[in-house]
T-cell receptor
């Protein structure tokens, strides 16, 4: 079983809609959770981090964490074509100082 | 630009050759990570340095792989006797000194193609 699981997609949403990306993790000891955006052929870019239950908002992005359900999500409001990318969920599971990544969800925003 | 830098950005080599990649972390970051990413997968952890000490290595890091960070600044990743299965993007990331945050910042990566 993978430690961090994501649906690979693609997830297609129309421009202006809310995109909802989901992630589950298996290590109950995980404390830190991250969302990275990765454009094709580029390296991952950190867009959100969340450490406590609830919501964290940054501009058009909202990260949500539910430790009881071992569930992390990322909402992107007013989706733009430039948001089309693969979104990687990650957590500090699997070892000391290590961050474990999911396989990513590909998001397509349709103009 | 004060971000993480990696060199080269692309490397094409023949099977059996040795290759070396370099990573320069953000200057105030004492923690440095190497990852490997193949198509359709997330980055997979290879190894971690705190200053010059290599504190953790993945079992993915076979005997053909070696990493160093001799002065606690830049790091090198060497792959000996490359195989076609080594073809991947090799990513370096660094993390701020101290604190509880695990936020890591990635460099642009080195794309390795083994022919």
């Amino acid at each position: 079983q993978k430690e961090v699981e994501q649906n690979s997609g693609p997830l297609s949403v129309p421009e202006g809609a809310i995109a909802s990306l989901n992630c589950t993790y298996s290590d109950r000891g995980s404390q830190s959770f991250f969302w990275y955006r990765q454009y094709s052929g580029k390296s991952p870019e950190l867009i959100m981090s969340i450490y406590s239950n609830g919501d964290k908002e940054d501009g058009r992005f909202t990260a949500q964490l539910n430790k009881a359900s071992q569930y992390v999500s990322l909402l992107i409001r007013d989706s733009q074509p430039s948001d089309s990318a693969t979104y990687l969920c990650a957590s500090d599971s699997g070892g000391y100082q290590k961050v474990t990544f999911g396989t990513g969800t590909k998001l397509q925003v349709i103009p | 630009d004060t971000g993480v830098s990696q060199d080269p950005r692309h490397k094409i080599t023949k099977r059996g050759q040795n290759v070396t990649f370099r990573c320069d972390p953000i200057s105030e970051h004492n923690r440095l990570y190497w990852y490997r990413q193949t198509l359709g997968q997330g980055p997979e952890f290879l190894t971690y340095f705190q200053n010059e000490a290599q504190l953790e290595k993945s079992r993915l890091l076979s005997d053909r792989f070696s990493a160093e960070r001799p002065k606690g600044s830049f790091s090198t990743l060497e792959i000996q006797r490359t195989e076609q299965g080594d073809s991947a993007m090799y990513l370096c990331a660094s993390r701020p000194t101290g604190g509880a945050s695990h936020e890591q910042y990635f460099g642009p990566g080195t794309r390795l193609t083994v022919t």
